[in-house]
């Protein structure tokens, strides 16, 4: 079992930034490759960013390339989104899922949720 906590949002006016954390606990020793997901107000849980821990490749949802970053510290077990540029558009509460947990060079599938951070930009 792993346990997600995020931390970071708040509320901040359009054109700002905020940068989400999230911390894993409980896993194996192991490292994880993770990833971002947003819920707007009405909408359906959407993918933002992701990350591989292995080789570092990154990606993007095309709403916030360019305005995002993702990052990781597999010593902490823990991903965390730069977030710039802010638009009401990214009202949301953000969560961070593990996707792999990676033991001894073995990607084994996962699906661990954080509990969210919400995020609302004011225009």
């Known amino acids: 079992r792993v346990d997600l906590v995020e931390s970071g949002g708040g509320s901040v006016e359009a054109g700002g930034s905020l940068r989400l954390s999230c911390v894993a606990s409980g896993g194996p020793k192991s490292h994880y490759d993770m990833s971002w997901y947003r819920q707007r107000p009405g909408k359906e849980r959407e993918f933002v960013s992701g990350i591989l821990s292995d080789v570092g490749r990154k990606t993007y949802a095309d709403s916030v390339k360019g305005r995002f970053i993702i990052s990781q510290d597999n010593a902490k077990k823990a991903v965390y989104l730069q977030m710039n540029n802010l638009s009401a558009d990214d009202t949301a509460m953000y969560y961070c899922?593990?996707?792999?947990?990676?033991?001894?060079?073995?990607?084994?599938?996962?699906?661990?949720w954080g509990q969210g951070t919400q995020v609302t930009v004011s225009s």
């Open positions: 899922k593990v996707d792999y947990v990676i033991v001894d060079g073995t990607s084994i599938p996962a699906n661990y």
